[in-house]
């Protein structure tokens, strides 16, 4: 385990469902990421929040909203998705946004779009 | 732009043999490389990590490889064993980016 944990990890959603992504880091970390990962295609940065304050948003559709209400819990809500959307949903967290900081994975909501 | 990418989608050895992941990059800038290990249902784990004052690298049966000439990034499994199939991937971060870099990874399966 890395310390890093994420619920629900399956979800199945239709179009104009509402639902939420939750995260939960237990390291005591400050920084806090989304990330997307595609079949077949590279980790996406979606957001980083640093000290509960957004410091990235990677051109992420609105339709993704993210929440971090303190440096150890982050939200994902999702709204109106739409089938490409259909992912892993990959949480991590890290001691600060520099250079080095080693950056902990959570294992990830499997998102399914109907 | 800035991308990040591996030479082979799969790779497939025999357990004991050494195993070579190879990743290539493109920004120059890039002073930072990291390789992730993903098992199934699992998230990105951290194997090892190098700067780009530095040309290798050993871990514990790992061993990382930069040749900045030509922006080439390796890492190699000494004794590859069953426990090391997984998807690796290469990322990497210069040093105005907050954000990693990932390439598309490669899944290595070790047969016994």
């Known amino acids: 385990e890395t310390g890093v944990t994420q619920t629900p990890r399956h979800l199945v959603m239709g179009m104009t469902n509402k639902k939420s992504l939750k995260c939960e880091q237990h390291l005591g970390h400050n920084a806090m990421y989304w990330y997307k990962q595609s079949a077949k295609k590279p980790l996406e940065l979606m957001f980083v929040y640093n000290f509960k304050e957004q410091t990235e948003n990677n051109s992420v559709p609105s339709r993704f909203s993210p929440e971090c209400p303190n440096s150890s819990h982050l939200f994902l809500h999702l709204h109106t998705l739409q089938p490409e959307d259909s992912a892993l949903y990959l949480c991590?967290?890290?001691?600060?946004?520099?250079?080095?900081?080693?950056?902990?994975f959570g294992p990830g909501t499997r998102l399914t779009v109907t | 732009g800035e991308s990040v990418g591996l030479h082979l989608p799969t790779l497939s050895v025999q357990e004991g043999d050494n195993s070579i992941i190879n990743c290539a990059y493109s920004n120059s800038a890039s002073d930072y490389f990291i390789w992730y290990k993903q098992e199934s249902g699992k998230g990105p784990q951290f194997i090892i990590d190098i700067r780009s004052n530095m040309d290798k690298r050993q871990g514990q049966r790992v061993t990382v490889l930069l040749n900045k000439t030509v922006k080439h990034l390796s890492l190699q499994i000494a004794a590859t064993q069953p426990g090391d199939s997984a998807v690796y991937f290469c990322?990497?971060?210069?040093?105005?980016?907050?954000?990693?870099?990932f390439g598309k990874g490669t899944t290595l399966s070790v047969s016994s």
């Open positions: 990322a990497e971060r210069d040093q105005a980016g907050t954000a990693l870099i």
């Open positions: 991590a967290s890290s001691q600060g946004t520099g250079l080095q900081v080693e950056q902990y």
